[in-house]
């Protein structure tokens, strides 16, 4: 199931140097290479996938049926697609080994931008003798109760923590973490059903929230990549409450070759009260540097712990009263605007870098001096529950100089969360740059202000 794509020892040792000859060089292995990517996720990483394409590479997706990507395959962006019911989890990885030995194909790597998709890639990347990340490390990463026990017995600073298991393991829960607290699904991402809890009252009632509106609600066939629900409680419904952290939400996206750090970059998260869920966010971050570097340095041990030698990480974490720490890490390239924040604000492209680690090439990525730009994006969460009456509110402000982009991410007659029932939906995304941080933050404050949200109360 796999070529005859090798490294010599001389190759790789010339390409552990840098410089544009030997970046050349890099990108020129990556012509003509089939990649295996697992899972596709949301509409939204199109871009990295067609970034892959122009950068000469072949891609096979897997997802399961009726996924945005198997009608992609037939646009043309894939080479094929294996189509494989993504549940049940526990015969998974077999099927998927029977579909990639019946397609007849070779793959001289395999990838994901997925969030979930890192255990099954990784049991995937073994059994076909292709370059990936040890089983227990993106195991424990994807699964915060694990990461959180890595972290202490390494010594690092972490958060109180219990896992809750049921409702009975509640008064426990509070009594070890205290208030406030935050509650959410040890294997979440996109802070789905992620909650601050400040009292066990409202506790129980974000538990019990949370699990009625899952329970007897998954789907248990045709399930693939862009089902949430089915991702996230798919092993079940066992949460985490952790201490809540004081002090603001910053990203730091990192780029690991043969054990070293060779790139790292930090975007601040803007957040909204109560549910915790990114509101937008700016790179480079308007923050003192000394701490942007106590950030970078704290992933490199975070990393180290979980034994990552190689690839793209996404490591979540909040600069608190007592320094760094820990929120949770994503063995892949980030969602949303990091792709693109990352290659216009430092010149680095994650996709082109991370594509020639899961061939086992050695990286040294080439990053701007100083920032070539400042961007900002704003997902304007919905502020109230209802339907959506239009799609047409970001037109006022979709050709302002400054907007590189004004998207809307939901339907007319959609039905939405708003933060006044829970986790709110996303409504849309603004991006724009500026010569400064200031002055971008100002222009985003004053295009807000013309924007009607067209939510009607249900």
């Known amino acids: 199931m796999s070529t005859s794509f090798k490294l010599t020892d001389e190759l790789k040792n010339a390409l552990r140097a840098c410089g544009p000859e030997v970046d050349a060089q890099r990108r020129a292995l990556l012509r003509g290479r089939r990649f295996l990517f697992v899972m596709g996720c949301y509409p939204g990483k199109r871009p990295m996938y067609e970034r892959a394409q122009a ?14 990507t198997q009608k992609a395959t037939k646009e043309g962006l894939f080479e094929a697609y294996l189509e494989v019911d993504l ?45 990936g990340h040890p089983l227990l490390s993106v195991g424990f990463s994807k699964n915060k109760i694990f990461t959180r026990e890595v ?13 809750v298991k049921a409702a009975e393991d509640l008064d426990a829960a509070a009594a070890h973490v205290g208030f406030p607290a935050v509650l959410k699904p040890i294997s979440g991402f996109s802070s789905i059903a992620t909650y601050l809890v400040t009292d066990f009252e409202m506790l129980s009632a ?18 693939h990549s862009d089902d949430d629900s089915e991702m996230v409680w798919g092993k079940g419904f066992d949460m985490t409450l952790e201490e809540y952290l004081d002090g603001e939400e910053f990203d730091v996206d990192m780029l690991l070759s043969e054990g070293e750090a060779v790139y790292a970059a930090v975007t601040r998260d803007l957040t909204e009260p109560n549910h915790l869920k990114e509101a937008g966010s700016q790179m480079p971050p308007d923050f003192p540097q000394e701490k942007q570097d106590e950030m970078i340095a704290f992933t490199q041990v975070v990393l180290r712990a979980l034994e990552f030698t190689d690839g793209s990480f996404h490591v979540e974490l909040k600069y608190t009263s007592n320094g760094p720490r820990l929120i949770e890490v994503n063995a892949r390239i980030g969602g949303g605007p990091i792709f693109y924040f990352n290659e216009h604000v430092w010149g680095v492209d994650l996709v082109e870098q991370y594509l020639l680690t899961r061939l086992g090439v050695p990286v040294r990525p080439h990053k701007a001096e100083r920032p070539l730009t400042y961007l900002l994006t704003s997902d304007l969460p919905s502020p109230l529950s209802g339907i959506v009456t239009h799609t047409d509110f970001l037109q006022p402000i979709a050709n302002h100089p400054q907007v590189i982009h004004a998207r809307t991410k939901v339907e007319a007659g959609q039905r939405v969360t708003g933060s006044d029932m829970g986790v ?35």
């Open 206 to 223: 974000r538990y019990h929230q949370t699990i009625n509106d899952v329970m007897g609600h998954l789907k248990t066939e045709g399930v």
């Open 55 to 68: 950068l000469g590479a072949s891609m096979v997706m897997l997802d399961g049926p009726g996924h945005w």
């Open 151 to 163: 972290c202490v017995e390494a010594g690092i600073p972490s958060p109180r923590f219990f896992r």
């Open 424 to 458: 709110p939906d996303w409504l849309g995304e603004i991006m724009l740059h500026g010569p400064s941080v200031e002055a971008t933050a100002r222009t985003l404050a004053e295009l807000h202000g013309q924007i009607k949200l067209p939510i009607m109360a249900a």
């Open 87 to 131: 549940h049940p989890v526990e015969s998974l990885a077999e099927r998927c080994l029977a579909a990639i030995q019946a397609s007849g194909l070779e793959f001289d790597g395999i990838a994901s931008f997925d969030d979930s998709a890192g255990p099954l890639v990784a049991l995937l990347a073994d059994a076909m003798g292709l370059p």
